[in-house]
């Protein structure tokens, strides 16, 4: 199983999550006043999280504001160099290919239809079908009862957040030009490094290879 992110994996998108949570943390203060202080920004899934506990109505226009970040970053999303070839050679190497997003399905399924990615795809998951957002490991839930048990499985992503919940799922990560940076922070160890996707073919030939 060859899992894939979609916002700077798959696509290149200006999608701002910082920009988006800083939106959606000045409507919950203005529906119910200030929020706990702490030292780091909080992130949408906080932001929902903390939505849920304590101001379950603020919910829906909390997603709107997410939503349509979300319309504005993909409309201008353009395909990253490799991906088709990295899905596809996943698939030759003997990988169900999926997509796990934070996304809603909408926006998702929109831009793999728009770059032809739909059909190398065997599922996509995205925000509408999860419990929880990532780094939370529940869209590995979704995918894990889909296809059942896989001795072997991987996650490709650029962030932390795809790397904290490869690691809660017990899943192998791959890093695609992630900061090492906010890897160290988060104590993610990634089996691969890659700053060019289409070199992920050879990569899960190699693994495959290893493993007989």
Request: proline share 5%.
């Given at each position: 199983?060859?899992?894939?992110?979609?916002d700077?994996?798959l696509?290149?998108?200006?999608?701002?999550?910082?920009?988006m949570?800083?939106?959606?943390?000045?409507?919950?203060?203005?529906?119910?006043?200030?929020?706990?202080?702490?030292?780091?920004?909080?992130?949408?899934?906080?932001?929902?999280?903390?939505?849920?506990?304590?101001?379950?109505?603020?919910?829906?226009?909390?997603?709107?504001?997410?939503?349509?970040?979300?319309?504005?970053?993909?409309a201008?999303?353009?395909?990253?160099?490799?991906?088709?070839?990295?899905i596809?050679?996943a698939?030759?190497?003997?990988?169900?290919?999926?997509?796990?997003?934070?996304?809603?399905?909408?926006?998702?399924?929109?831009?793999?239809?728009?770059?032809?990615?739909?059909?190398?795809?065997?599922?996509?998951?995205?925000?509408?079908?999860?419990?929880?957002?990532?780094?939370?490991?529940?869209?590995?839930?979704?995918?894990?009862?889909?296809?059942?048990?896989?001795?072997?499985?991987?996650?490709?992503?650029?962030?932390?957040?795809?790397?904290?919940?490869?690691?809660?799922?017990?899943?192998?990560?791959?890093?695609?030009?992630?900061?090492?940076?906010?890897?160290?922070?988060?104590?993610?160890?990634p089996?691969?490094?890659?700053?060019?996707?289409?070199?992920?073919?050879?990569?899960?030939?190699?693994?495959?290879?290893?493993?007989k």
């Amino acid at each position: 199983m060859c899992v894939f992110d979609l916002d700077h994996t798959l696509v290149h998108t200006p999608l701002d999550l910082a920009a988006m949570a800083l939106d959606m943390r000045a409507l919950l203060e203005t529906r119910r006043g200030p929020l706990p202080a702490r030292p780091d920004r909080y992130r949408v899934g906080e932001l929902i999280h903390w939505c849920q506990a304590h101001a379950p109505d603020v919910e829906k226009p909390l997603w709107e504001i997410a939503l349509d970040h979300e319309r504005r970053a993909m409309a201008i999303a353009s395909l990253m160099p490799g991906a088709r070839e990295a899905i596809e050679g996943a698939r030759v190497a003997g990988f169900a290919t999926a997509v796990w997003t934070n996304n809603a399905r909408e926006i998702s399924a929109s831009a793999l239809e728009r770059f032809d990615l739909l059909s190398v795809l065997d599922l996509v998951v995205t925000r509408d079908e999860m419990r929880a957002l990532k780094p939370d490991p529940d869209g590995w839930r979704v995918i894990a009862e889909h296809f059942g048990t896989h001795h072997d499985a991987v996650v490709v992503g650029d962030s932390w957040v795809d790397g904290v919940a490869a690691a809660a799922a017990g899943i192998a990560f791959v890093a695609y030009r992630a900061k090492q940076a906010d890897l160290t922070r988060w104590n993610i160890t990634p089996v691969a490094h890659l700053t060019d996707l289409a070199a992920l073919s050879e990569w899960l030939h190699a693994r495959v290879r290893g493993s007989k």
